[in-house]
């Protein structure tokens, strides 16, 4: 059994190859046309095994991926079973085989090598930010009339798109600066740390709309994540996440870091894209990483899940988003099609 993934991919290599002392592997390798170099004739792609664990690197191209027993089936790796010509079942099957594997792996295995972590610096929010429900409070003790306008504009904004205060932190700021008084700020948290944050315009005509500072690669609300949760909602914006508690990309490309962060959590993905025509991007990149796809039934009506989680309440949203999920890529693609047409 630890060496499901190991055979699978050994039966996938080209019958033109040769294995040397070293112990490696060499075949043409199947990468380089996709990371924009010429196709490989020389044999320069090199795979190794040893116990379960898969290692393949391209002296071509540069390209490499690796498999451990008891981690979880990486993008990279992924993607480099389908150039060697993986279907979507085979690879859907491995991804569920590497998740098996892990309760064969003893935890001291698995500590031995921890999986590379993704490390952000901490940032700090704009200087003069404060958390809306205490400073309301501290208002409210003291004179109710000398609460700012905006502070009650914006708490209310959060209010109106239907957000649990009590489980979601919003900031306010007097600075005038990118319009800061006229905007909610929403910390980003990785891992109990503050890394970034970004501020969403209170009312139509403040531009821009959001007002952002953190990693490129940012992935909204991984510390949110249940460990016992069998699966994950991917949407766009913040607001979509916290609506459903589930994590957010900040727009419709997602990153290769993004996607290894969202796998990461070992459990179904389902993305649920906007049903702006961006969305589409979303929807492509969700096929290329083997993860499910929700057209729920409110997409007809509603332009993302906070929309019609304002309209229909979290249950109702949430049961539909399950309903309606695909696996199936020719499926993914007709709706698509039907959704953004
Ligand atoms: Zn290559």
């Known amino acids: 059994m630890l060496t ?7 039966q996938l290599l080209p019958a033109r190859k040769k294995t040397g002392q070293n112990g490696w592997t060499s075949f ?31 002296f071509n191209c540069g390209f490499k991926a690796s498999f451990v027993p008891g ?8 993607k480099l079973l389908s150039w060697l010509g993986a279907d979507d079942l085979t690879i859907r099957r491995l991804v569920i085989d590497a998740v098996r594997l892990k309760e064969l792996v003893a935890p001291e295995e ?29 208002y409210i ?33 007097p600075e ?32 821009p709309k959001y007002w952002s500072n953190h990693p490129a690669d940012f992935v909204f609300n991984l510390d949110n994540q249940q ?32 996607v290894e962060q969202i796998d990461r959590l070992q459990r179904e993905v389902i993305v649920v894209p906007d049903s702006d025509r961006a969305g589409r991007k979303l929807v492509d990149r969700a096929v290329e990483a083997g993860w499910t796809v929700s057209f729920p039934v409110w997409l007809e009506t509603c332009k993302d899940i906070n929309e019609a989680v304002v309209k229909y309440g979290k249950l109702f949203v949430l049961k539909a988003i399950l309903e309606a999920r695909e696996t199936s890529r020719l499926k993914i693609e007709l709706k698509k099609k039907k959704l953004y047409a």
């Open 141 to 173: 003790i003291g004179d109710y009339n000398n609460v700012p306008a905006e502070l009650l504009a914006a708490i209310e904004y959060v209010h109106r798109r239907d957000i649990d205060l009590g489980k979601y932190e919003f900031y306010w700021t």
């Open 227 to 258: 460990p016992s949760s069998k699966f994950v909602v991917v949407c766009e914006g913040p607001f979509d996440a916290m609506s459903v508690d589930g994590v957010a990309i900040n727009g419709a490309e997602i990153s290769d870091i993004q």
């Open 4 to 10: 499901t993934i190991q055979d699978s991919v050994l």
């Open 28 to 58: 043409n390798a199947p990468c380089c046309t996709h990371n924009g170099e010429s196709a490989d004739t020389r044999g320069r792609g090199g795979i190794k095994t040893n116990a379960g664990a898969v290692s393949y690197h391209c």
């Open 176 to 207: 005038e600066a990118y319009n800061l008084h006229r905007r909610v700020i929403i910390p980003f948290y990785y891992r109990g740390k503050i890394v970034g944050y970004t501020s969403r315009a209170i009312a139509d005509g403040i531009k």
């Open 71 to 78: 981690r979880h089936l990486t993008f990279k790796f992924r």
């Open 110 to 138: 698995l500590a031995k090598e921890p999986e590379q972590e993704i490390v952000y610096e901490e940032r700090q929010l704009p200087e003069q930010a404060r958390n809306v429900v205490e400073l309301a409070n501290f």
